[in-house]
T-cell receptor, first 110, second 116 residues
């Protein structure tokens, strides 16, 4: 299957600062790259996604960039707030199967 | 929005027994559903792809005879953990892609399995 690496595993930022999470993937068949936010004991929630024909996508404080040649994509959260604290997962999707990164535990310090 | 449900939400069973978990797409048809396993503070690990009307496709290292998957209809997939052992204790989540929404995944709420 696909191999998705995600860094960092933990990230602490001060409220108002930016947070960046990076993922790499191995299977060039992946063409859809979603990011999920998961709170403890709950289902993952899609926060933003990008398809391979686009290099960047932004939705308010959240943005995702994709470099398909290098097989990496990143999540950017600006003006972080305490409610952004959660675990974030990236995913790569070769042949419509979802393979998740190892997760990043983000803590926003008030 | 699209909804995927799971039942039960949590279950405790004794070692050696079998447990069935249901995953339902409530307002759309899903020819494919996915089953994941998640350990505390870890990522979701894809276990298998459930295909309506045919055999499931298992990821490497996942025992087919241990985790039986049946996709009996376009809205229901079941995962049966057979002869459960304490190491099978985990959070199991299903998801279903919606074709008319670019295969966006809709996740179930998860099932917490504890084997004593």
């Amino acid at each position: 299957g696909e191999n998705v690496e995600q860094h960092p595993s933990t990230l602490s930022v001060q409220e108002g600062d930016s947070a960046v999470i990076k993922c790499t993937y191995s299977d060039s068949a992946s063409n859809y790259f979603p990011w999920y936010k998961q709170e403890l004991g709950k289902r993952p929630q899609l926060i933003i996604d990008i398809r391979s024909n686009v290099g960047e996508k932004k939705d308010q404080r959240i943005a995702v960039t994709l470099n398909k040649t290098a097989k990496h994509f990143s999540l950017h959260i600006t003006e972080t707030q305490p409610e952004d604290s959660a675990v974030y997962f990236c995913a790569a999707t070769p042949r419509n199967q979802f393979y998740f990164g190892t997760g990043t535990s983000l803590t926003v310090i008030p | 929005g699209a909804v995927v449900s799971q039942h039960p939400s949590w279950v405790i069973c004794k070692s050696g027994t079998s447990v069935k978990i249901e995953c339902r797409s409530l307002d759309f048809q899903a020819t494919t559903m996915f089953w994941y396993r998640q350990f505390p503070k870890q990522s979701l690990m894809l276990m298998a792809t459930s295909n309506e009307g045919s055999k499931a496709t298992y990821e490497q290292g996942v025992e087919k005879d241990k985790f039986l998957i049946n996709h009996a209809s376009l809205t229901l997939s079941t995962l049966t953990v057979t002869s459960a052992h304490p190491e099978d204790s985990s959070f199991y989540i299903c998801s279903a892609p919606r074709r008319d929404r670019g295969y966006e995944q809709y996740f179930g709420p998860g099932t917490r399995l504890t084997v004593t």
